[in-house]
């Protein structure tokens, strides 16, 4: 009987620092994330499609990465306490219900990923306004230069003379 009890404890010990380790890994992972996402809007601003294109594929890789821990969490958390409920589980009651050094520890995790992911937030609508100006700023470039052309049909050959056929294609291919 003694033996039970001894192995229901190391069993409760080691779910709260598998959690603990897993939520380590999330807070991490949305640093790592970050990170990515500065390196994007560095190669936004530098108009470096490979290294955009690059940077596409790590955010991609890194969300699921997060994901796939987030599932693993609830799973953990549903395992320690015995409910379904675990996507809405309190991390600072079950803390409280460890007891001991958990829910300082906890605090402490959990305020490193508000961190990051406020940080990650933050990021991501500076990336979307980024890549939203730069999408009008091509099509504004776009728009200008069809009107440029349309202004200036006067096409005029190697030898000096006005061109006869002076249509907006051969307009645009003499400007490009």
């Known amino acids: 009987d003694r033996t039970m009890k001894n192995s229901n404890v190391q069993t409760s010990k080691a779910s709260p620092e598998k ?12 640093e790592k994330l970050y990170d990515c996402l500065r390196t994007q809007q560095a190669a936004l601003l530098k108009w470096d499609l490979p290294a955009f294109s690059a940077t596409i594929r790590q955010q991609k ?6 994901l796939e821990r987030e599932k693993k969490r609830i799973a953990l958390v549903r395992e320690m306490t015995g409910k379904n409920g675990a996507e809405t589980s309190s991390l600072r009651q079950l803390a409280e219900n460890l007891g001991g050094e958990w829910p300082g ?3 402490k995790l959990a305020g490193r990923i508000r961190t990051a992911s406020g940080k990650v937030s933050s990021m991501k609508e500076q990336n979307e306004s980024v890549i939203k100006n730069s999408r009008k700023l091509v099509n504004d470039q776009l728009i200008l230069l069809l009107e440029l052309a349309r202004l200036n049909r ?7 003379k006005k061109s006869v056929k002076a249509n907006m294609h051969k307009v645009l291919d003499q400007k490009a």
Not at 154 to 160: F, V
């Open 105 to 107: 520890r906890f605090e």
């Open 61 to 66: 890789r890194l969300a699921r990465e997060n």
């Open 154 to 160: 006067n096409l005029y050959e190697g030898s000096g």
């Open 19 to 30: 959690l603990h380790a897993l939520m380590a890994e999330m807070a991490e992972g949305l």
